[in-house]
């Protein structure tokens, strides 16, 4: 219930804050940059590649800035003393506001297919709509994980910003959120198949693709298997991060 | 007061902050002892830094001890820490906790919802603590706009909205102007009347005499003193200052002969202050003045300051029951 009453809270606050929806601003106009390239490159063949991209970015990015610093901001709100003195969950809560900022963040999906059809007229189908929804539903689930392990670990950091901003890119390029892990260096594949996102972006490609797709299930199960270690690692990490601010006495710091 | 078991329970409570190897460690409570029945309401009185805040984070659960015990409702803050959740609300000063952009109802809403309220029964306690803190016509307003007296009513809410049996109020009347002020007065009272334990911290004298059974002094993280409110009132008449323009110096002298009067201090360029210490005292002085034909004459209530040095030093550590 504790999870369900943060989630709430979250829909309601997410559409006053404006800043928190930049990533969904954003998202259209990067469906229009891979698109126009893909297009320039006479490769009409990328156009799902150009539309997940875009979607996919919103999804980290919105986990990273928005749903990672729910506790930092809570911090500096003045309200984290008053959330944890009452006899929910903290952790719970936190994992309903960020599941809710990842329900919003899928939004991102469908703004680039719209953008796709309505600047270019470019319609891309998915060949394999059940493979791609429980692709989609599986990957918020353990983005929600990963975000909670993310507000934790920033509450908890002096310079959280620089960990935010750094954390960007090097996980587009291990998510193979923009090109295919398959076409980065062997060296690089090993770290990026410990990265959730990547079984996401490729298991979302093929499921876009008419081409049968393989291996679903264990794909899947990645994707879930290494939400669920980020579920399990944010949960604690947010008791841990909790204790210890009670412990230091810097619950309160803003 | 109830012949009841404790509200609250403090045995031995330290609390330090720093100590490592750059920082100096600072003691902010001192092995304190405190105890207080059930129903009743404490005021914690004293200045910044004396360790007010520090008790009450420690009995709300959100800072741990460096030693010794406190209990809330008969539960340990360290080891029950969710029971004690449950029986206790809290209300910090100032005006930060708010989510601002969300209008008063919905911050209620969600804090009403981590005390497990749902439906109906949230609807009503929402509606009823908007109604008891004049919220109402408000409540669907963006509490960014809200006035700080406003923003301080909807934290009170707040803290009430689990229907806790142990009150926290650190400062609460901060920012408040005097007419919130004397309507939170009434509220402790309420509280009160409601069989609540409230422990309320506050810089001001005249309010904890307003409001408590019991007020403790606090200071560098030590209780110095525990006393009924009559007793406040006692040391505020004690130590009240008289100040005067124009005395002739044969009224000065027959002021520093006056029982009670312990100094006459001259003002440049020709004011004098006389400074009391006994309860008779001032109202003495002011006879005086008004006899020898003094027509500008004020009187001042003594500081926390100066009762500290002047009632305190006297008593020691004594805490009377």
Known sequence: MSALAGFRFQLRELP??????LALVTAPLMTLVFLAITRHAGRADLAGHAVLAPALIALWQMALLVAGELVAAERENGSLEALVATPS???????GRVAAVTLVSLLGFVEAWLAAWAVFGVVVTVAHPVVFAATVLVSALAMAGTAGLMSAVFVLTRSARTFQNSLSYPFYVLGGVIVPVSLLPDWLAAPSRAVFLSWSSDLLRDAVDASTVEGVLPRLGAIAGLGFL????????LRRAVDRLRRTGTLGHA | MPDTDPAIRVERLHRTFGGG????????????DLTI???EVHGLLGPNGAGKTTLCKILSTVLLPTGGTATVDGHDVVRETAAVRRSVGIVFGGERGLYTRLTARANLEFWAALYGLRGRGLSQRVDALLERFGLTDRAHERVEGFSRGMKQRLHLARGLVGDPRVVLLDEPTTGMDPVAAHDFRDLVRELRAEGRTVLLTTHDMAEAEAVCDRVSLVDGGRILATERPATLGTWISRYASVEARD?????????????GVRAVHHVPPDRIRVETGAEDAAPAVLRLLVDAGVGDVSTALPSLADVYLH???DRGMRVNK
């Open chain 1, 16 to 21: 006053h804050r404006p800043d928190h929806l």
């Open chain 1, 89 to 95: 969950s903290f952790a719970a809560v936190i994992i």
């Open chain 1, 230 to 237: 980020g579920l399990c690692a944010g949960l604690l990490a």
């Open chain 2, 21 to 32: 190897r750059r920082r100096r460690e600072t003691v902010a409570l001192d092995h304190i």
């Open chain 2, 37 to 39: 029945p059930a129903g």
């Open chain 2, 247 to 259: 005395v002739p110096p044969s009224t000065v002298d027959e002021l520093r002969a006056l029982p």
């Open chain 2, 311 to 313: 009632v305190i030093g």
